[in-house]
């Protein structure tokens, strides 16, 4: 069953602006990570967030998670059109073979 | 390194026929897993493998068998194609052995439509 829920589901915003998204999951984990799919492409993974930390950075990447609340963030600041894309979270479960993915955020970022 | 490759990248089928979906990594890793994208569902795990010769059933295995017979290689076949099996495949690697799930190599992706 599909473990994290993107929200929104869709944003839309302008160049330099700062694009938030966050997500939700169920289960107790032991890492969360969050991946990029430019249209009809592969997905690219961005970063990895284990569950013993609570922030991570990764150039204009800014990672949160708080386990307490069962959610993450990925704050993308200055936002270019490039990152025009959908994200998605996604977790291991505890089943240490494959991912549990969300069904992701499509972002738009507009010059 | 290629990393992750899939062919074919598009394919068409009629309903009732058998086809194999080809995934080769050359990383050395230890596990691979197929996933199939929908439009507004995202990636739901088909099957996976954490070895040459271990596979197991995720979300999704219906209609769908998978074997590995080598580290390098994890095909996965149709075995008699249903219009609900149209959706982009994605197969994807990982080192493995770590307890938990590490980052995934994802290949560009198979788009399927049976007719």
């Known amino acids: 069953s599909q473990q994290g829920e993107e929200d929104p589901q869709a944003l839309s915003i302008q160049e330099g602006e700062n694009a938030t998204m966050n997500c939700s999951y169920k289960t107790s984990i032991n890492n969360l990570q969050w991946y990029r799919q430019n249209s009809g492409r592969g997905l690219v993974h961005l970063i990895l967030i284990r569950s013993n930390e609570r922030e991570k950075h990764s150039g204009r990447l800014r990672v949160t998670l708080d386990t307490s609340k069962k959610s993450s963030s990925l704050l993308i600041t200055a936002s270019r059109a490039a990152d025009t894309a959908s994200y998605f979270c996604?977790?291991?479960?505890?089943?240490?073979?494959?991912?549990?993915f969300g069904k992701g955020t499509s972002l738009l970022v507009t010059p | 390194n290629a990393g992750v490759t899939q062919t074919p990248k598009f394919q068409v089928l009629k309903t009732g026929q058998s086809m194999t979906l080809q995934c080769a990594q050359d990383m050395n890793h230890e596990y691979m897993s197929w996933y199939r994208q929908d439009p507004g569902m995202g990636l739901r795990l088909i099957h996976y493998?954490?070895?040459?010769?271990?596979?197991d059933q995720g979300e999704v295995p219906n209609g769908y068998n998978v074997s590995r017979s080598t580290t390098e290689d994890f095909p996965l076949r149709l075995l008699s194609a249903a219009p609900s099996q149209t959706s982009v495949y994605f197969c994807a690697s990982s080192p493995g052995g770590q307890g938990f799930t590490d980052t995934q190599y994802f290949g560009p992706g198979t788009r399927l439509t049976v007719l």
């Open positions: 996604a977790t291991d479960a505890n089943s240490g073979y494959a991912l549990n």
């Open positions: 493998s954490v070895g040459a010769g271990i596979t």
